[in-house]
């Protein structure tokens, strides 16, 4: 189609005004939505702790929530049924945002190596859970003690990883994985397009205990 010069002098500035007003929209879109998905993001905090089991008001100090049983947690809490309450170790996650989680899925490794570095474990357990919705609110407790060890409550952790969407859907891993000298290998990452995974972060190596949570209760700093 050939143009005038007089209806190219409508049609042009016509023409411009509709390419700026749709770039300027997808611009506020993409923006809108990335502000959003910042605000949607969850982050967790994770330790280790011994505790009476089954729980009690005494000892949900680190938060209402769910106990994720897997094969050997099943049979510690078998033990409970028969023999009573008993102490065992908790691995301990908790979100430390406003946010919930969805399609969560949990893989967790533990060993009874004792954290010695070069050990061979002569049990490694890995366990399986799958959240429908990971809430801000709950704490996830998984025994970690292993069943018939009789030379300690405590494992080693080997290895974690976390898979959930945030309610913007996007979608997050988190994991970490010992390494040969007793540390441990932390990173985040997100998925892209679908199927890549790129990193977002790495996180300092160090070994897994670093800290002890300090708490005022009672007038007593427990720890």
Known sequence: MNLTFNQAIVFLPLATAIITFILTSLFTMYKDKRTNNFTKRMFFEYAEFELKYPFDETNLRHGEGKVLLGENGKKLHRHTQLHGKSVFTFFVLKNVTSNDAINVHIKFSFSDRGGKKGAIPKQLITEY???????????????????????????????????????????????????????????????????????????????????????????????
Do not use: C
């Open 129 to 223: 859970f799958s959240l429908p919705v990971w809430r801000n609110t709950d704490t996830l407790y998984i025994p970690v003690t292993i069943y018939n060890n009789s030379s300690s409550n405590f494992s080693t952790n080997e290895e974690l990883v976390i898979s959930y969407n945030t309610t913007t859907f996007e979608k997050f891993k988190y994991l970490y994985v010992r390494q040969a000298d007793g540390t441990y290998k932390e990173q985040l990452k997100k998925r892209y397009f679908g199927f890549l995974w790129i990193t977002k972060l790495n996180y300092e190596r160090a070994d897994f205990f670093t800290f002890a949570n300090v708490r005022k209760a009672d007038k007593k700093l427990e720890q």
